[in-house]
């Protein structure tokens, strides 16, 4: 009894610390993941490749990615999380080093899958680890503000980044980025703690079926397919058309159009950690879905009527786009949910599998916008057409937010394994 009460006080005591070190690992993985944008006029250059080429060369992080993250959230349940992102951190920090020392377009190719491998683990294993360390009140803010050093990694690995590339070159940028992977790989060696796993008598067979059942668990899956919609503003606007549709529709410069696409971002930093305290606070996760839900229906059917009746357009469509990316943080409802209605041996998965279907949901409507603004026969009204789409898939975010239940007094109980040496 006193070594669990001893146990439990060092976690309350350190949380901020593990925050502190899971963050560190984030921003690595997800500097590396965005990086390549600006690495692409430099790699072209020195090793004579085309387009088409550097972008199946980039592709194959997410190969590697989607493949990992099916098999990360049993990995997590099964064994120790602290292993296990440690082991992911080394061999992204191999393939780096690799590249660094011997660059080429095949170290490349290993580093971009070795970097897929690790960012599959960094999320699901974050918020595994936060599921050990967190009350429940107190999940749904560590988990906003997870999602706000993901934005913040973007920002870094754009402009920052460009700048170091220009005036120190890529090696020592690249060393820089490796320095940063050491620092989390100490920060986490020293800073969490290994948790005592429950032994699994159980074959493999019997992990998959359990994993089955709960992917196939109607309440996760509304889950994901809520934090699957709401993320789409991110994906088709943010990640692809956005600068496209401004340029076609309103006649911007591209300078103009990146700014008003970039309060998407902003948004979601923002309104990340305000929806993950007010998870916290309120037991309506039900009203706070549907809150987000609308709000982001009325910021795309405000976008779209302001295409055909233009009034103000520059200032309207920064504060729309600002909405709209706060209204995607709404997801962060998903994420908290998974993580409280999961029992401490499946946490892993349930997160995993709204990882998985909020992929899943770019790989299907990035390429779905684009074919509505081909099939149709002016470019203009193409772009207006498509830009439905998000007023839909938003409404559709209703529907599956309206069946993620409220909080039960139950959910107030923190889960947290027996602490052990580190």
């Not at 951190?89 to 899958?113: A, D, H, K, N, Q």
């Not at 340029?247 to 971002?265: E, K, P, T, W």
Request: some cysteine; charged content about 10%.
């Amino acid at each position: 009894m006193v070594k669990q009460y001893c146990g439990r006080k060092f976690v309350d005591n350190c949380k901020w610390m593990v925050f502190f070190s899971l963050s560190s690992f984030i921003l690595f993985n997800f500097i590396q993941l965005n990086m390549m944008n600006v690495l692409s006029i430099y790699l072209m250059r020195s090793f004579d490749i085309k387009e088409a080429a550097l972008g199946f060369i980039g592709s194959t992080y997410f190969y590697t990615n989607l493949i990992f993250t099916f098999f990360s959230g049993m990995l997590l349940d099964l064994f120790s999380p602290k292993r296990l992102v440690i082991s992911a951190i080394c061999i992204s920090l191999c393939g780096l080093i690799y590249f660094i020392v011997i660059p080429s377009i095949f170290s490349l190719v290993i580093w971009r899958l070795a970097a897929g491998v690790t960012c599959a683990f960094t999320i699901t294993g974050t918020l595994k680890i936060i599921a050990e360390y967190f009350y429940d009140q107190e999940r749904g803010l560590a988990i906003g503000l997870v999602n706000t050093v993901v934005f913040l990694a973007g920002i870094i690995s754009q402009l920052p980044f460009s700048l170091v590339l220009k005036n120190l070159g890529i090696n020592i940028a690249l060393l820089i980025v490796f320095g940063m992977g050491f620092c989390s790989l100490c920060l986490v060696y020293f800073f969490i703690s290994h948790h005592k796993q429950i032994k699994h008598n159980t074959n493999f067979i019997h992990t998959i079926i359990s994993t089955c059942k709960i992917f196939s668990d109607f309440k996760n899956l509304c889950a994901a397919l809520f934090a699957c919609f709401t993320n789409l503003p991110l994906f088709i606007l943010g990640a692809l058309w956005g600068s496209a549709y401004l340029m076609r529709v309103y006649n911007m410069r591209s300078g103009l159009a990146a700014v008003i696409v970039s309060m998407l971002f902003l948004g979601h930093m923002i309104g990340a950690p305000v929806f993950g305290f007010l998870t916290d606070r309120m037991r309506s996760r039900r009203g706070l879905s549907l809150f987000g839900a609308g709000m982001a229906i009325i910021s795309a059917l405000l976008i779209s009527l302001f295409s055909y009746h233009p009034f103000c357009e520059e200032v309207m469509l920064c504060v729309l786009f600002f909405f709209l990316g706060v209204s995607t943080s709404s997801q962060i409802i998903s994420w908290t949910f998974v993580v409280s209605n999961s029992r401490k041996d499946s946490v892993a998965r349930a997160v995993s599998l709204v990882g998985l279907i909020s992929v899943f949901g770019g790989v299907v409507f990035q390429p779905m916008f684009g074919l509505l603004v081909q099939h149709s026969g002016n470019l203009v009204h193409g772009y207006q057409q498509a830009m439905l789409m998000l007023i839909f898939t938003s409404f559709f975010a209703c529907i599956f937010g309206f069946y993620i239940p409220n909080k039960s007094a139950a959910n107030n109980k923190k889960v947290v394994g027996d602490v052990g040496s580190t």
